[in-house]
């Protein structure tokens, strides 16, 4: 069987993380989101895997060639939609197909129920379903989608994770797959709605800590680093290779911590945080429930919870994030968030600064001593 996924999109709604990676890219529990999907698939015997790029397309191709599993490279050269992405594979396609989106976590069972009915669709109650594609079910087939309500008739939801048959792409006249979908049961096509087991999607960047809780649940534990005897080690951990870990640091798992990091002394990593590669954590420094991409430093005596920070950042001693609960315009819409930061590419912030409820862009330089309350500071930006 042949398994499209499409991952051409930027993901606008997850800025400032994807102005440098498509959504697809971003690294949770230290692997790139399109990586869990791919694997759902292999194990259920799947390897004729087509992925349609397009947004950073290099990104998303290099590292595909990375890997064990040959995939097919599809180029969407304007961001139009899903049909138009599909449209893009659609010469490849041979007879049926999955289709599925590579910005969303899926588990492998999910697919084994899917796989073998064509005209069929993983469905999945969320609780705020006015940010997808509300799913109307009669008699366990689809009736209608209602495509991002305003108010939502049903909790129901699509996945955006199919089971075609190849006539589908007769019904795609718009770039919307959407419309072609309800074209079909405008025609008397039954799809059929299957509940999905465990389906992840992160509509916005904060969204990304409850992914990266749930995919760390899975983690083997392994120590690859050099770990000090006064390390306190419980649950688990992963550690990569190169990492050293300074006495009296605690470390209380799920955590994974990627190659060739400095952590501690006297550090405190609490459950729920993935660490990428060549971090440093000072001394008297607390992190938990947080996503820290590579390169990045965090000077001594901060505390870090409920945060995502992106690659190349240089936080500064006594710097601290606090989980607060408020309203972030993100693509013209209110969004009401709960987190501590979310912090893009290459952002300096100088000692004593305090995030609530915030996010910094990329490149962003903060001089310290302040408190950011429920703001959204822009690229490029320095605040004073």
Known sequence: MQAVILAAGE????????????????????????????????????????VVVGYRKEQVTRFLNQL?????????????????????????????????????????????????????????????????????????????????????PSFMVSTGIYSFKKDVFSYIQENDLTDAISSMIGDGVQIRGIPADDWQDAIFTWDLLKMNKRLLHNLDPAREGTVSRQTIIQGSVRIGRGTTIGPNTVITGPVIIGNDCTIGPNC???????????????????IG????????????????????????????????????????????????????????????????????????????TIEGQGSLKSRYIFDNSTVI
């Open 289 to 364: 429930e947080a996503i820290i991409m590579d390169d990045t430093s965090i000077g001594s005596h901060s505390r870090i919870v409920d945060t995502v920070i992106g690659e190349r950042c240089a936080l500064a001693d006594h710097t601290s994030t606090c989980t607060e609960s408020g309203l972030i315009e993100i693509e013209g819409i209110a969004a009401r968030s709960e987190f501590g930061a979310i912090i893009g590419d290459t952002v300096k912030s100088g000692p004593f600064t305090v995030f609530k409820n915030s996010i910094i862009g990329n490149n962003v």
């Open 11 to 50: 993901g606008k709604r997850v800025r400032p993380l994807t102005r440098s990676r498509p959504k697809a890219m971003i690294p949770v529990a230290n692997r790139p989101i399109i990586e869990y999907v791919i694997e759902a698939l292999v194990k259920n015997g799947i390897r004729d895997i087509i």
């Open 268 to 286: 405190c990593i609490l459950p729920n945080t993935s660490i990428g590669a060549r971090v440093t954590l000072e001394p008297f420094t607390c």
């Open 68 to 152: 064990d599993v040959p995939v097919e490279v599809v180029v969407q050269n304007k961001q139009l939609g899903t049909g138009h992405a599909l449209q893009c594979a659609e010469s490849k396609i041979r007879d049926n197909f999955l289709l599925l989106p590579g910005d969303n976590y899926i588990d492998p069972n999910s697919i084994a129920r899917i796989m073998d009915i064509p005209n069929s669709m993983l469905v999945k109650e969320h609780p705020n379903p006015s940010n997808f594609g509300v799913v109307m079910l009669s008699e366990g087939f689809v009736s209608r989608i209602i495509e991002k309500p305003e108010f939502s």
